[in-house]
């Protein structure tokens, strides 16, 4: 008996140690993601022996646990940097960007329509037929290619085994303090090159591995669904819903979906297994009463019904794709299902951190992932609210508790993602998380399983589809529109009310959730006009965003803010405005851009300008072209590019534009911008041709000399600008070129380049340093480039940018 005594109090204290284990190894999946470099294997190995053998002594409980702390640590390390380090060595030679190359393969998802009448789709490569042979030790060629088919957006591909005549590059996308990082996705998603599709034809010769079959399974199934279903009227979401894929989504959609919060409706997440799963065990329970009470026992009760649980949520979630996030949903659903329908005695947070270090083990890549953060997230704010509930509560109470902790809990993590918490999703998630829960997702699975039996059903279910979908797209429309008080607050003010909303969700006092309730009705009611409308900065700084092919810069001090053109914009598809400018603007804290320049109106350079009026306080407008500016952003008053000279903060600024009847390029606004303390100057000329140089160069700025002179390359670095009389006129010191990776404009020139190299200017191009930050300190001029700071799998050794060179 004392012996099971002992065993029994030693279990709890080992059952501690192993969830040290697992908490240990999750930071240290997550640690790699905060390092700057990927360490090398042997930092990992010999700690990793040492621990090892440090474990095997027998010591007091603390040195074991601080042990098996750092044991798991650097174990989540190493298998993240094992994964990581596999991947960064698909490497596509640079040799072979932009040429011609053939491959063949498989499909890897279901294509898509996208921008420019384009089919999009993943591809998986089994064998290259003319890649150079120049690859160095330890790389090999990409396994995974993100392709486009220009032109044929409405077409089919003539199977899923193919071969490929496609143009690829590295992978490389715009590189800012904050907002999307495309670069950050591709590695996410393990795309190691992207493309377009020059040629297309059927390779019944690829080998079919496992994973091909079923690629090639999905895909039939989703031409299932599209011949079964695809007349209903609300198909987009019939297909988002049944089997994950969202490609008939338009704009329309999302914009709804965002407006209310309810993106994670068409995401298939937790929600949508937690149903199959309780449905499917609803109705495995219920089989197993109708049997005769000696047929099964309890325990094998128990366990049918979990494998049926499981099972079945495997299957949907291999009809919806088996995508990251599909498959993180499956394991918390696993986890928690062996916690309940076993009835394993344990602590529901010790399920959580199995689940999570699940996940971790299987993704290594989820901490790269905004729904990775938001979905765990989610579960703890549910799992802390409701164990910690004394009483239980009915449905509707506990609906009404779910959605308010979750709204609450979430909404820091979603203002750190830029992201913000509409407060129309709190009543849309109220009505749509139950209508989706009980009358959506079982007539869905339901129908599609009787017609996948009976095919006539189609033509039953199909208008029943439209009728649950329809009258859910109609509450979403409606509270899209509903004007609801937008929150202006700061980061400290949003976990404040989070905190709030939380503690009076679980604070039984009724006096203290009427206060609580009373003073967010009175803090979102009164104005709030303490804070100022922009974060001063004690320093004088310019930021040259990295827009791509396209030009954008910040200019400020104190509390001014200017801003030179706001980038290039593609209606529909694209807009550097939505995608940089907005979220950094936000981050730097400027709520009101004092003055607004356009150098002229090309879509590069003047892009996206009616969202930037619409979101963001402007106090006037000033552009080359003003009759077409003003046309585009009719409520803001619109002023030509007279010659002046005005100061902000610090700086003065000089304005410029060529006389006579100028437009397009030579229509530009140029700025000179200069600071009298370190004697530095920056030019913004525009898109300024050679004939206009030479007139800049020879009017009169009236500025002092500067010491030393940073100058935007006019035209990008195009050979129609950047003169042998504008390059030795200037003599620059710095010359910064905002051009897109591999454009097809070839931007800068490699005739323009050489002038500025001879002139002995220090060349910076945003496609390889990213966005760059100048300010003046100490009346020194710092420079520093976005790349230096940016992460391993964006500048690590090999890399785009790592390589990228100026001609």
């Given at each position: 008996?004392?012996?099971?005594?002992?065993?029994?109090?030693?279990?709890?204290?080992?059952?501690?140690?192993?969830?040290?284990?697992?908490?240990?190894f999750s930071?240290?999946?997550?640690?790699?993601?905060?390092?700057?470099?990927?360490?090398?294997?042997?930092?990992?190995?010999?700690?990793?022996?040492?621990?090892?053998?440090?474990?095997?002594?027998?010591?007091?409980v603390?040195?074991r646990?601080?042990?098996?702390?750092?044991?798991g640590?650097?174990?989540?390390?190493?298998?993240?940097?094992?994964?990581?380090?596999s991947?960064?060595?698909?490497?596509?030679?640079?040799?072979?960007?932009?040429?011609?190359?053939?491959?063949?393969?498989?499909?890897?998802?279901?294509?898509?329509p996208?921008?420019?009448?384009?089919?999009?789709?993943?591809?998986?490569?089994?064998?290259?037929?003319n890649?150079?042979?120049?690859?160095?030790?330890?790389?090999?060629?990409?396994?995974?290619?993100?392709?486009?088919?220009?032109?044929?957006?409405?077409?089919?591909?003539p199977?899923?085994?193919?071969r490929?005549?496609?143009?690829?590059?590295?992978?490389?996308?715009?590189?800012?303090p904050?907002?999307?990082?495309?670069?950050?996705?591709?590695?996410?998603?393990?795309?190691?090159?992207?493309?377009?599709?020059?040629?297309?034809?059927?390779?019944?010769?690829?080998?079919?591995?496992?994973y091909?079959?079923?690629?090639t399974?999905?895909?039939?199934?989703?031409?299932?669904?599209?011949?079964?279903?695809?007349?209903t009227?609300?198909?987009a979401?019939?297909?988002?819903?049944?089997?994950?894929y969202?490609g008939h989504?338009?704009?329309q959609?999302?914009?709804?979906?965002?407006?209310?919060?309810?993106?994670?409706?068409?995401?298939?997440?937790?929600?949508?297994?937690?149903l199959i799963?309780?449905?499917?065990?609803?109705?495995?329970?219920?089989?197993?009463?109708?049997?005769?009470v000696?047929?099964?026992?309890?325990?094998?009760?128990?366990?049918?019904?979990?494998?049926?649980?499981?099972?079945?949520?495997?299957l949907?979630?291999?009809?919806?794709?088996f995508?990251?996030?599909?498959?993180?949903?499956?394991?918390?659903?696993?986890?928690?299902?062996?916690l309940?329908?076993?009835?394993?005695?344990?602590?529901?947070?010790?399920?959580?951190?199995?689940?999570?270090?699940?996940?971790?083990?299987?993704?290594p890549?989820?901490p790269?992932?905004?729904?990775?953060?938001?979905s765990?997230?989610?579960?703890?704010?549910?799992?802390?609210?409701?164990?910690?509930?004394?009483?239980?509560?009915?449905?509707?109470?506990?609906?009404?508790v779910?959605?308010?902790?979750?709204?609450?809990?979430?909404?820091?993590?979603?203002?750190?993602?830029?992201?913000?918490?509409?407060?129309?999703?709190?009543?849309?998630?109220?009505?749509?998380?139950?209508?989706?829960?009980?009358?959506?997702?079982?007539?869905?699975?339901?129908?599609?399983?009787?017609?996948?039996?009976?095919?006539?059903?189609?033509?039953?279910?199909?208008?029943?589809?439209?009728?649950?979908?329809g009258?859910?797209w109609?509450?979403l429309?409606?509270?899209?529109?509903?004007q609801?008080?937008?929150?202006?607050?700061?980061a400290?003010e949003?976990?404040?009310?989070s905190?709030?909303?939380?503690?009076?969700?679980?604070?039984?006092?009724?006096?203290?959730?009427?206060?609580?309730?009373?003073?967010?009705?009175?803090?979102?009611?009164?104005?709030?006009?303490?804070?100022?409308?922009?974060?001063?900065?004690?320093r004088?700084?310019?930021?040259?965003?990295?827009?791509?092919?396209?030009?954008?810069?910040?200019?400020?001090?104190?509390?001014?803010?200017?801003?030179?053109?706001?980038?290039?914009?593609?209606?529909?598809?694209?807009?550097?405005?939505?995608?940089?400018?907005?979220?950094?603007?936000q981050?730097?804290?400027?709520?009101?851009?004092?003055?607004l320049?356009?150098?002229?109106?090309?879509?590069?350079?003047?892009?996206?300008?009616?969202?930037?009026?619409e979101?963001?306080?402007?106090?006037?407008?000033?552009?080359?072209?003003?009759?077409?500016?003003?046309?585009?952003v009719?409520?803001?008053?619109?002023?030509p590019?007279?010659?002046?000279?005005?100061?902000l903060?610090?700086?003065?600024?000089?304005?410029?534009?060529?006389?006579?009847?100028?437009?397009?390029?030579?229509?530009?606004?140029?700025l000179r911008?200069?600071?009298?303390?370190s004697?530095?100057?920056?030019?913004?000329?525009?898109?300024?041709?050679?004939?206009?140089?030479?007139?800049?160069?020879?009017?009169?700025?009236?500025?002092?000399d500067?010491?030393?002179?940073?100058v935007?390359?006019?035209?990008?670095?195009?050979?129609?600008?950047?003169?042998?009389?504008?390059?030795?006129?200037?003599?620059?010191?710095?010359?910064?070129?905002?051009?897109?990776?591999?454009?097809?404009y070839?931007?800068?020139?490699?005739?323009?380049?050489?002038?500025?190299?001879?002139?002995?200017?220090?060349?910076?191009?945003?496609?390889?340093?990213?966005?760059?930050?100048m300010?003046?300190?100490?009346n020194?001029?710092?420079?520093?480039?976005?790349?230096?700071?940016?992460?391993?799998?964006i500048?690590?050794?090999?890399?785009?940018?790592?390589?990228?060179?100026?001609?």
């Open positions: 008996m004392s012996e099971s005594l002992n065993r029994s109090s030693y279990l709890p204290g080992r059952q501690g140690v192993a969830v040290l284990g697992v908490i240990a930071c240290g999946v997550i640690l790699l993601y905060w390092l700057s470099i990927l360490p090398p294997p042997e930092w990992l190995a010999v700690p990793g022996v040492l621990l090892f053998l440090a474990f095997g002594w027998r010591g007091s603390g040195f646990r601080l042990t098996v702390l750092a044991s640590l650097i174990m989540g390390l190493f298998w993240a940097t094992w994964h990581a380090r991947q960064l060595a698909e490497v596509l030679p640079p040799a072979a960007e932009g040429k011609l190359l053939s491959v063949s393969g498989y499909l890897c998802d279901i294509p898509s996208g921008s420019f009448n384009s089919l999009r789709f993943s591809f998986c490569v089994t064998r290259w037929h890649l150079p042979e120049v690859y160095a030790s330890g790389t090999r060629p990409p396994d995974l290619l993100r392709l486009a088919w220009y032109g044929h957006g409405t077409e089919t591909l199977g899923a085994r193919l490929l005549e496609v143009s690829l590059k590295r992978p490389h996308g715009t590189l800012n904050v907002g999307f990082r495309y670069e950050n996705w591709l590695f996410r998603k393990g795309y190691r090159a992207t493309g377009s599709v020059r040629r297309v034809q059927a390779d019944p010769t690829v080998s079919c591995s496992v091909c079959q079923y690629r399974m999905h895909l039939a199934l989703a031409e299932w669904v599209q011949a079964r279903f695809g007349a009227r609300h198909f979401l019939v297909s988002s819903l049944l089997i994950g969202r989504m338009t704009q959609h999302w914009d709804v979906l965002k407006a209310t919060g309810t993106i994670h409706l068409v995401a298939i997440s937790g929600l949508h297994l937690g799963a309780l449905g499917a065990g609803f109705v495995c329970r219920r089989l197993l009463l109708a049997l005769p000696h047929c099964v026992n309890e325990r094998t009760g128990r366990l049918l019904v979990f494998v049926t649980v499981v099972l079945c949520c495997v949907y979630a291999l009809a919806a794709g995508t990251v996030p599909t498959r993180r949903a499956l394991v918390m659903v696993i986890v928690g299902g062996w309940i329908l076993l009835a394993r005695q344990s602590p529901v947070w010790q399920s959580y951190l199995i689940a999570l270090a699940l996940v971790l083990a299987q993704d890549f989820a790269l992932g905004q729904g990775f953060w938001l765990f997230a989610a579960v703890a704010v549910l799992i802390a609210v409701f164990s910690a509930r004394l009483a239980g509560s009915g449905w509707l109470a506990g609906l009404l779910a959605q308010i902790s979750v709204f609450a809990g979430l909404w820091p993590a979603l203002e750190a993602f830029g992201q913000g918490q509409p407060l129309a999703g709190l009543a849309a998630n109220l009505i749509a998380i139950p209508w989706v829960s009980l009358v959506v997702m079982p007539l869905l699975v339901t129908g599609g399983l009787i017609t996948a039996a009976v095919p006539a059903a189609a033509e039953v279910f199909g208008p029943g589809f439209d009728l649950v979908l009258l859910l109609s509450v429309g409606w509270l899209a529109h509903w609801m008080p937008e929150i202006a607050a700061s400290e949003i976990a404040v009310l905190m709030l909303a939380l503690f009076m969700v679980l604070a039984p006092l009724t006096g203290f959730r009427l206060v609580a309730v009373v003073s967010a009705f009175l803090w979102l009611a009164y104005p709030v006009t303490s804070l100022p409308r922009n974060l001063a900065v004690a004088p700084e310019i930021r040259v965003w990295d827009v791509g092919q396209g030009l954008s810069v910040l200019v400020r001090h104190g509390r001014k803010v200017l801003v030179y053109d706001t980038g290039p914009a593609v209606p529909g598809v694209f807009s550097a405005v939505e995608s940089t400018l907005l979220p950094n603007l981050a730097e804290g400027i709520r009101r851009i004092d003055t320049v356009i150098s002229h109106a090309d879509g590069d350079h003047a892009g996206g300008l009616e969202k930037l009026a979101e963001i306080e402007i106090g006037r407008v000033v552009a080359g072209e003003p009759g077409i500016i003003q046309d585009r009719p409520e803001v008053a619109v002023s590019c007279d010659r002046a000279t005005e100061t903060g610090a700086l003065i600024i000089d304005y410029w534009q060529a006389e006579g009847d100028r437009e397009g390029n030579d229509a530009s606004c140029v911008i200069h600071h009298s303390g004697h530095t100057e920056w030019i913004l000329p525009g898109d300024i041709t050679g004939r206009v140089e030479a007139a800049y160069l020879a009017a009169d700025t009236g500025l002092p500067a010491d030393r002179r940073v935007i390359a006019p035209h990008h670095g195009s050979r129609t600008s950047s003169s042998e009389v504008w390059v030795q006129g200037l003599d620059p010191d710095w010359v910064l070129f905002t051009a897109g990776y591999r454009h097809r070839g931007h800068p020139h490699p005739v323009v380049t050489a002038r500025y190299r001879r002139a002995g200017a220090v060349q910076l191009n945003t496609a390889c340093s990213g966005s760059v930050l300010t003046i300190a100490d020194r001029l710092v420079i520093k480039e976005m790349r230096d700071e940016a992460p391993f799998w500048s690590g050794p090999g890399l785009a940018r790592d390589q990228c060179k100026i001609p």
